[in-house]
Nanobody
């Protein structure tokens, strides 16, 4: 059974840092593109960051470039999203995506596997 379990979310203040972690299990993700998406109320699930199959290339949506960093361990068992200098626009449910079909991308069809989502709330 494939599982992606997110952790590290919560309530923070604007300007703070937050580190989201995703533990992947149930299949080999070592040659799979991985990513983080987020979905705010009433909006589509949008990509935040992605890392390529070989881990040698990354993608970031424009609003987080320079602030967020995506990284994985060698086996892609853990995917990290380091979020620095967060603001209220970063408030959303964040989803870990395993084995991305394509990126950039929006919507649930972007990835084969999804975590259950974790809430990040930034107070101003």
């Amino acid at each position: 059974q494939v599982r992606l379990v997110e952790s590290g979310g919560g309530l923070v203040q604007a300007g703070d840092s937050l580190r989201l972690s995703c533990a992947a299990s149930g299949r080999d993700f070592s040659m799979a593109a991985m990513g983080w998406f987020r979905q705010a109320p009433g909006k589509e699930r949008d990509i935040v960051a992605a890392i390529s199959k070989r881990g040698d290339r990354t993608y970031y949506t424009d609003s987080v470039k320079g602030w967020f960093t995506i990284e994985t361990d060698n086996a892609k068992n853990t995917v990290i999203l380091q979020m620095n200098s967060v603001n209220s626009e970063d408030t959303a449910v964040y989803y870990c995506a395993g084995d991305l079909i394509m990126y950039p991308c929006s919507g649930s069809a972007c990835s084969k596997y999804w975590g259950q989502g974790i809430q990040v709330t930034v107070s101003s």
